[in-house]
């Protein structure tokens, strides 16, 4: 993963439980929606698998990690497979390590002031706040308050609506899932329903003020 092209559209898209059937269509999907990087979650049935499949088909064209890492045997067989960055719900320290030692971007999950300033300190790429809805756009503003130098993902709540509140309360990042890549509608084959969400993201991202 560029880290630094992922800070240029700083979205990230969360495939969970996507059958295998799905991949190819639904990439393809993704790709013409314009957003350029995504994970499927480790918790998805053969995972590794699709990873694989994902990153032969369309590693070109988008950037593809791995969710729901929460071992290092976990990680490895996500790595193996082609994944080039991580995500975890928690802070797994062996797997940050891991990750730092190997220059992979990681975005470990925490939630707690804490517990945040340790993911950071573990060597997290941003830490991925979640779950950002129970407390909201305003829990980001005080959190960079005393650190402003810690780069927070929001996860978990987002949507075009408030997307701008993230950003201006000192998101770097935001992470979109279920409400996007909704099972029903992966399973009925109705993409357009998908690109069609994940366009009001990007037009969202787009109409902010980045001066």
């Known amino acids: 993963m560029d880290v630094e092209q992922f800070r240029k559209l700083p979205l990230l898209g969360i495939l969970r439980g996507i059958p295998e059937d799905s991949v190819e269509p639904l990439f393809e999907a993704i790709t013409e929606s314009g957003l350029r990087t995504v994970e499927i979650t480790m918790n998805t049935e053969n995972a590794a698998g699709l990873i694989?499949?994902?990153?032969?088909?369309?590693?070109?064209?988008?950037?593809?990690?791995?969710?729901?890492?929460?071992?290092?045997?976990?990680?490895?067989?996500?790595?193996?497979?082609?994944?080039?960055f991580v995500v975890m719900p928690v802070a797994v320290q062996e797997v940050i390590a891991y990750c730092v030692r190997n220059k992979i971007p990681v975005?470990?999950?925490?939630?707690?002031?804490?517990?945040?300033?340790?993911?950071?300190?573990?060597?997290?790429?941003?830490?991925?706040?979640?779950?950002?809805?129970?407390?909201?756009p305003g829990y980001f503003r005080e959190i960079k308050g005393p650190f402003p130098e810690i780069e927070l993902l929001a996860c978990a709540g987002v949507t075009p609506d408030n997307l701008k509140d993230y950003f201006e309360n000192g998101a770097s990042a935001v992470a979109m899932g279920a409400s996007v890549f909704?099972?029903?509608?992966?399973?009925?084959?109705?993409?357009?329903?998908?690109?069609?969400?994940?366009?009001?993201?990007?037009?969202?991202?787009a109409a902010l003020d980045r001066k």
């Open 182 to 205: 909704n099972l029903e509608w992966i399973g009925a084959r109705d993409y357009d329903k998908i690109k069609t969400r994940i366009r009001e993201y990007l037009m969202a991202y």
């Open 107 to 136: 975005f470990p999950g925490a939630f707690g002031p804490q517990e945040i300033y340790n993911a950071w300190c573990f060597g997290a790429t941003m830490v991925k706040v979640f779950p950002a809805k129970m407390l909201g």
């Open 52 to 84: 694989r499949k994902a990153a032969r088909l369309f590693s070109k064209r988008l950037t593809i990690g791995a969710g729901t890492v929460l071992t290092v045997p976990i990680l490895k067989s996500a790595l193996e497979a082609g994944a080039s």
